[in-house]
């Protein structure tokens, strides 16, 4: 599958069969999440990996929006204290979610389904996560990534709209072949 292929494949999965994902395809994952541009290349990212079905079933709980069976999460979290406070304070989440969106892209290239469930900038989402994961103060939660071998398929798509692309200034159409 080349490069493209793999972003259009990749879909939220929430559905997840019983299979355990293999620690190597694990940190796989993590080696792609881990190819992703930073700022400064301070690299703010660390990972949570959860595979104990006791903290799993934590962290559904204090999840409202991440209550699905998978028997693998990775949270991606963002350290405060990565290196120039200035940068790592204001673009760890820019960071973080490149690195998420790589790890999304290499699940489905490796025939696993993933979902992102936000839990950054929500305060108490963050707490309670936080609480679960045992994450010291200057670690910042970004999201949840739930995943496991897909119970579900979904179709490859873009979703492609030039009405939401301008050419040189805003509101100027961006046409097929302006070049
Ligand atoms: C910042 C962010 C937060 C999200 N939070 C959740 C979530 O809490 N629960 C969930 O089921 N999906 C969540 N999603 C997944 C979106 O619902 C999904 O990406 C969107 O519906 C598009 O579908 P697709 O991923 O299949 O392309 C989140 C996605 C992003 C980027």
Do not use: H
């Amino acid at each position: 599958m080349n490069a493209l292929e793999c972003i259009y494949k990749r879909r939220s999965i929430r559905k997840f069969s019983d299979a355990p994902v293999e620690d190597a395809l694990v940190e796989e994952l993590l080696r792609a999440a881990m190819a992703a541009p930073s700022a400064m290349n301070l690299k703010p990212w660390r990972f949570v990996v959860v595979r104990d079905s006791e903290r799993l079933e934590r962290l559904r709980k204090v999840m409202p929006f991440g209550k699905m069976d998978a028997g693998t999460a990775i949270s991606v979290c963002g350290d405060l204290r990565s290196g120039r406070r200035i940068v790592s304070e204001n673009f760890w989440q820019q960071d973080c979610s490149a690195a998420t969106e790589n790890l999304l892209i290499a699940a489905s290239a490796l025939g696993l389904g993933a979902v992102w469930c936000g839990v950054t900038p929500l305060a108490r989402l963050q707490k309670a996560v936080s609480a679960v994961l045992e994450l010291p103060e200057r670690v910042i939660p970004l999201n949840v990534v739930l995943l496991g071998y897909p119970a579900e398929e979904k179709p490859a798509r873009t979703q492609y709209d030039p009405a939401l692309v301008s050419l040189d200034s805003f509101g100027t159409r961006w046409e097929k072949g302006n070049s």
